[in-house]
């Protein structure tokens, strides 16, 4: 089984940035295409960034598109997301997982992200 620990979320300013990193413990990180997701309250949790396992392929969801990018090392066992231009609408708890659908790790405790107006 493979622990997730997701960190780099805070207070920001409408505009502002922040860098989200996930630590995965175990061998098989590498393996596994990986996701960013979020969770803002009283909605459902979403996908908001993917990642292949050799980064060859990308995707954004459109809310996010143009302003967030995700990479990940694998010698690190990490992965990355580095959010700019931040709007009060991207306020959710973040949280890494596996990104291809097939299945899930037991969730992180997440990171807070809060976008100030």
């Known amino acids: 089984q493979v622990q997730l620990v997701e960190s780099g979320g805070g207070l920001v300013q409408t505009g502002g940035s922040l860098r989200l990193i996930c630590t995965a413990s175990g061998r098989t990180f590498s393996s596994y295409a990986m996701g960013w997701f979020r969770q803002a309250p009283g909605k459902e949790r979403e996908l908001v960034a993917q990642i292949t396992w050799n980064s060859d392929i990308i995707y954004y969801a459109d809310s996010v598109k143009g302003r967030f990018t995700i990479s990940r090392n694998n010698a690190k066992n990490t992965v990355y997301l580095q959010m700019n231009s931040l709007k009060p609408e991207d306020t959710a708890v973040y949280y890494c997982?596996?990104?291809?659908?097939?299945?899930?790790?037991?969730w992180g405790q997440g990171t807070q992200v809060t976008v100030s107006s």
């Open positions: 997982n596996r990104g291809d659908f097939l299945g899930y790790w037991d």
